[in-house]
């Protein structure tokens, strides 16, 4: 008889169909689907004894899952970060900046390594490099009515709350700045679960002619893509490092040639100006 992990008390019961395995650090039951007939995922089967005698290894392809030892041949036919053909709109650091070795740095230092001396002078040389510039930001806090009922909605917690009041801003800047609107392309970048252009999307509506191409280097779970297969919105997700993208040769864009729109909220500092290059090509 399998082994059942853990669980504290108070947690109630697993979804049906789900792991039964309790995820301690997220204070929840894991929601991956079981195979017919068992308790527990694959990536929690360990905790079931009548799977301790197969060794469950990491991917050498991404160590963020893994796989039964004797099944690793298929699994890496199969699985979502195997090397695949580059399509057209792929080009090696086309947006990575300068290549000319002249001009990069022979060793890169962290700031983290620098000394307190080193890291005065580096101050020094910034604020004299930004004088004169008028950098005075201002913020533009804003929301947007198509996230009404959600910011509304008594269920959702601290986290949801934070991230849904920051899509209703970004929805509320695009809407001020005039670009909220039809007949264009939506191009977010960093998109994850795609929640960003999922409220665009709603507060387009039934707008015609409104395309949205999600830009993501990495599989995601959870993705809202799916919500919107039968809608008249085209919905296209591009797996690929914004550094390699080329805007120019999605298909998407050369065909319909409509008004390009970038959006992000995911993305960091440097992402942020990786994504620059692409978007002033167009």
Known sequence: MAASAPTPHGTGFPTEGRCGYYVEKKKRFCRMVVAAGKRFCGEHAGAAEEENARKRILCPLDPKHTVYEDQLAKHLKKCNSRERPKPDFFIQDINAGLKDETEIPEQLVPISFLSE????????????ASEGLNSTLKDQIMSHP???????????GDSATKHLKQ??????????????????????????KGKLSHWVDIALKDAEKVHFILVEKVTTRFKVDGKHRKKNSVFERLQIDIQHLCLNKIPLLSKEKLPVVGIGKHLCGVATGTWLCPSSSL
């Open 117 to 128: 001396e080193q890291m005065g002078n580096l101050i020094k040389k910034l604020r004299k």
């Open 146 to 156: 198509a996230l009404h009922d959600a910011l509304n909605d008594p269920k959702n």
């Open 167 to 192: 899509q209703a801003s970004i929805l509320g800047n695009i809407e001020k700045l005039k670009l909220l609107g039809p007949r264009r392309c939506f191009v977010e970048f960093g998109a994850g």
